[in-house]
């Protein structure tokens, strides 16, 4: 690979993980041609990219970036998933991946929204409910207060209308 070749694969990846919410590096060593292929289909399905790259490459796109410094953990074989929007989806599809297949590939780091996650923590985070959940959980929560509220507001209306109506019938008696 010449001069030119790896700068197109720098500025390619660089351009990736600007664009990413998070990237998990892992290790992909004792996987086979169809696990590999596999683990790749499951993640494209999600909107996930899967890159392997040299590791001096990496760590030459990674420099331009405001990430935190992983270069150490660039040793061996090295795979990026890379997650555009959704840092639990990508977290998922490699944990249940990797739970199904012996902890291949093993999770060596990863960096979500900036921050620098272990691999437990990934763990954890592959737990969490995606994003599509976790925004309509929040919806019914706000919007529980309001039909409560709602709620309240029509049964005064209906008091007071009641009252009125009672008001009204007693005045027609005693007028009678």
């Not at 990674?62 to 998933?81: E, I, M, N, R």
Request: aromatic letters at 6%.
């Amino acid at each position: 690979m010449n001069r030119d070749d790896k700068q197109v694969v720098v500025d390619e990846l660089q351009t990736k993980l600007r664009g990413a919410n998070a990237f998990y590096l892992t290790d992909f060593t004792g996987m086979s041609v169809k696990q590999m292929t596999e683990f790749r289909t499951r993640l494209r399905k999600q909107g996930v990219d899967y890159m392997v790259v040299k590791n001096t490459l990496a760590q030459r796109a990674l420099q331009g970036l405001d990430v935190p410094d992983v270069a150490s953990f660039f040793s061996g074989p090295t795979g990026l998933v890379i997650g555009r929007d959704d840092a639990v989806a990508a977290a998922k599809v490699l944990s249940d991946f990797a739970r199904e297949f012996d902890n291949k590939p093993a999770v060596k780091l990863g960096v979500v929204e900036g921050r620098e996650v272990r691999p437990d923590q990934i763990k954890q985070l592959s737990e969490l409910p995606s994003r599509e959940v976790l925004l309509a959980q929040l919806a019914g929560g706000l919007q529980a207060p309001m039909s409560r509220l709602a709620g309240g507001m029509q049964s005064l209306v209906a008091g007071l209308a009641r009252a009125v109506d009672a008001l009204r019938q007693q005045r027609e008696a005693a007028e009678s």
